[in-house]
């Protein structure tokens, strides 16, 4: 089966733009996951995703980043406006059941300049 | 969600066992514990999980204790492609959520 396609793969832009990462879950997958990952720590849960509707959003910074996963399949997240600390890996995975684990896309490196 | 700890590094003669440990004391009945290892910039990779009973599959065997606040993930022959960093998660049976702490890095040496 095909994995968890994101894009673009790296990304550098200034600081106070605007940036856009897309996700397509593995077909049938109903959970999606966005997370941070900055150099040398593990990844931060920012959102999740059941179907189209959010189950945890608690960690995400809500006056810069926004996420949507329209029709329940694929999802977009933007970071409006971006600061330095924003720097890091943002990484997308899917999960058909938890008995199954979750498939993690081979992420966006976000670099803050 | 129940915490866990591990400790930050670790290493293992190539071929021989790798034992990670990882200490989730405040664990719940209906929490699963769930194991991922990262390689070098690629995303989390899925390993194996479990409730109660120890566990085993293709990549990995896991081994819970009885009173569940600890496990042990064992990889029975290490590889220098094993070098990652391992990471323990405890995720709550009624929800999917996964949240990782930092993981243990395993170096394998030739």
């Known amino acids: 089966e095909a994995g968890v396609a994101q894009s673009p793969r790296y990304k550098i832009i200034e600081k106070r733009q605007s940036v856009a990462f897309w996700c397509n879950p593995i077909?049938?997958?109903?959970?999606l996951y966005w997370y941070q990952q900055i150099l040398g720590q593990g990844p931060k849960l920012l959102i999740q995703?059941?179907?189209?509707?959010?189950?945890?959003d608690s960690q995400l910074p809500k006056d810069r980043f926004s996420a949507e996963r329209l029709k329940g399949v694929d999802s977009t997240l933007k970071i409006q406006p971006a600061k330095l600390e924003d720097s890091a890996v943002y990484l997308c995975?899917?999960?058909?059941?938890?008995?199954?684990?979750?498939?993690f896309g081979s992420g966006t490196r976000l670099t803050v300049v | 969600d129940a915490k866990t700890t591990q400790p930050p590094s670790m290493d293992c003669a190539e071929g021989r066992a790798a034992n990670l440990p990882c200490n989730h004391s405040?664990?719940?009945?209906?929490?699963?514990v769930y194991w991922y290892r990262q390689i070098h910039s690629q995303g989390p990779q899925y390993i194996i999980h479990?409730?109660?009973n120890n566990e085993t599959n293709e990549m990995a065997s896991l081994i819970i204790t009885e009173d569940r606040k600890s496990s042990t993930l064992i990889l029975p022959h290490a590889t220098l492609r094993d070098t990652a960093v391992y990471y323990c998660?405890?995720?709550?049976?009624?929800?999917?959520?996964?949240?990782f702490g930092t993981g243990t890095l395993l170096a394998v040496q030739p």
């Open positions: 995975a899917s999960s058909y059941d938890r008995r199954l684990g979750a498939h």
């Open positions: 077909s049938g997958h109903a959970t």
């Open positions: 995703f059941q179907n189209n509707g959010v189950v945890d």
């Open positions: 405040t664990i719940s009945g209906n929490e699963y």
């Open positions: 479990g409730l109660k």
């Open positions: 998660i405890v995720l709550l049976g009624a929800t999917n959520k996964l949240i």
